[in-house]
């Protein structure tokens, strides 16, 4: 959060005042007030459902949880899901009518690098075509790291910083589980 | 349990049924693309055979056959409760005579299955009430499924950022080093060449 520098408060007059600087105050105003644009096409939509439901409550926690279908009322494009070759121009063009200022949450593999459609039909990572926040890899990712992915980008948007952020594992979830055949000379 | 199907188009078309089997009870017979529409109006409009259902239309390319491309139909009769396959191939090396009739006219849902092996594939369906392209969009170039159709290039519709536009590397990693894990690269069906990811030629 910008710092919100507590001066005064007078509990017999019930009133106050706070210092901050002007850019942090608009930051910490953002940060909490996101409008979700979602432009939802594949499956990643579900989790992106169990992400907004009650269980983990995602969205409405962060203050990210009103979603606006028209991108000239929202501030963070949500892309879950693959990205066509043939959806490009449209996704391009809703990113183009939203407001300023506004940010871009890759949710998914496939929205972030293409994931394995490596072939002719798909965007090899929205960051192709448009300017993107925040990736959130996973296939899908566990509505725990879209929850980071939304904090880290609350933390940039108080901060100001545009450079783009990876949700990294916390650990590995289960060490051992997956061997790869690295630098072990496996015989096949 | 088709078989009498499979007896009924030999003696009624002849030479132009080229060849039937039944392997594994998949009764099969390969058409003569001219008679490609005289078989299925026969299949549809016979009391005895009665198909009226369109199961699947789809196409395959065999490079190295010639005719090379082999267009498949797949239909089942409710009221007999027998199914058929049928297959002919059209179409040279470079495409040319890549043409068979349209069955539009017999079953109303071959629309849209003809209109995705013309996409994806090719084929040309003479009498189709609008061949277009249903799944690529009309600024694509080739036809995405045949087998020369190189498997990286890709045509987007929105030129992507460069690099120093975006001021992020843009490079996709591949997700495993080359001594690991699964082989990423291409194979070039032609000259039977590997492409590693990173352009080096390991063959």
Known sequence: MGELRHVTLDPAEGSGFATTKLNELLGWARKWSLFKYPFVTACCGMEFMALT??????????????????PRQSDLLWVVGTISQRQAPVLRRVYEQMMEPKWVLAFGTCASCGGFYDNYTTVPG???????????????????????????LQDKIARGDRTPGVVKPREDPAPGLVQLRRNKGVSA | MSERVLEALRSKFGAAVMSTHSLHGDDTAVIEPSAWKDVCTFLRNDPQMSFDMLVDLCGVDYPSRSPRIEVVLHLYSIAKRHRI????????EDLVGCEVDSVTGLWPGANWFERE???????????????????MYPEFEGHPLLKDYPADRTQPLVPYRTEAEAGVPLEKLAPFGPDEGMPFGRHNVRSGSFTSPSGKDNN
């Open chain 1, 53 to 70: 439901s009650p269980r983990f409550d995602g969205t409405a926690r962060f203050g990210a949880e009103a979603p606006r279908f028209s």
């Open chain 1, 126 to 152: 929205i960051d192709k075509i448009i300017p993107c926040d925040v990736y959130v890899p996973g296939c899908p990712p566990r509505p725990e790291a879209v929850i980071d992915g939304l904090m880290l």
């Open chain 2, 85 to 92: 396959r049928l297959k002919t191939a059209v179409g040279d």
């Open chain 2, 117 to 135: 092996v013309f996409d994806l594939i090719g084929v040309r369906f003479t009498g189709h009430p609008d061949l277009r392209r249903i799944l």
